[in-house]
């Protein structure tokens, strides 16, 4: 069945670096994408998403990468902050069905 | 606008009580949604109803019943506890459907002993 998996279940970067999350995905009819990011003890929280029809995206300080050809989404993060810690999910849909299929997160922490 | 809303925070049940999870939105949002969270995985999702007065079973809806109230509202109910219900309970909001951007509530931390 489709599945939504992450290439690291935690990360650690520099205070200043980018950071580059990962996420595979392997039903090829997913057509739109999200990466929420879940700090401890809350919801998780939108800040990204992108469409099959695209390829890149960017937000503030934010950029989601689509490859189709090999499945694969990442987020990447510019100058990574002390509050860009947390978990982040990538998730997937495709047209007409009815969940949003979500993967395990990778944990993001910031060392100063 | 306070987004979505979820009631109790925290929950401590014994085994074989049931308790009612209460969720509202003041986005007028069509669809809800009820995921459950447990440690190290994704969000589940439980139960969505599409629009009022539809409901839907997702991934893991054996235990539970929901009850989508009016536009707003939407109670996730567990008739008798168990302790694999033990987890983190979030409802999500959408205007249209699952293929639009979900907002989430802050959780209901449940314990079931």
């Given at each position: 069945g489709e599945s939504v998996g992450l290439h690291l279940p935690t990360l650690s970067v520099q205070e200043g670096d980018n950071s580059i999350i990962n996420c595979a995905y392997?039903?090829?009819?997913?057509?739109y994408f999200i990466w929420y990011k879940q700090e401890s003890g809350k919801g998780p929280q939108f800040i990204i998403d992108i469409r099959s029809n695209m390829d890149k995206r960017q937000g503030q300080r934010v950029t989601v990468l689509l490859n189709k050809t090999v499945k694969h989404l990442s987020l990447q993060i510019a100058?990574?902050?002390?509050?860009?810690s947390a978990v982040y999910f990538c998730a997937e849909i495709s047209w007409g069905a009815q969940k949003l299929v979500f993967g395990q997160g990778t944990r993001l922490t910031i060392n100063p | 606008n306070a987004g979505v809303t979820q009631t109790p925070k925290f929950q401590v049940l014994k085994t074989g009580q049931s308790m009612t999870l209460q969720c509202a939105q003041d986005?007028?949002?069509n669809s809800m949604y009820w995921y459950r969270q447990d440690p190290g995985m994704g969000l589940r999702l439980i139960y969505y109803s599409a629009s009022e007065g539809t409901t839907d079973k997702g991934e893991v809806p054996n235990g539970y019943n929901v009850s989508r109230?009016?536009?707003?509202e939407f109670s996730l109910r567990l008739e008798s506890a168990a302790p694999s219900q033990t987890s983190v309970y979030f409802c999500a909001s959408s205007e249209y459907g699952a293929g639009d951007t979900q907002y989430f509530g802050p959780g209901t931390r449940l314990t079931v002993l």
């Open positions: 392997s039903n090829s009819a997913s057509d100058a990574t902050q002390p509050g860009d | 986005m007028n949002h109230l009016n536009k707003r």
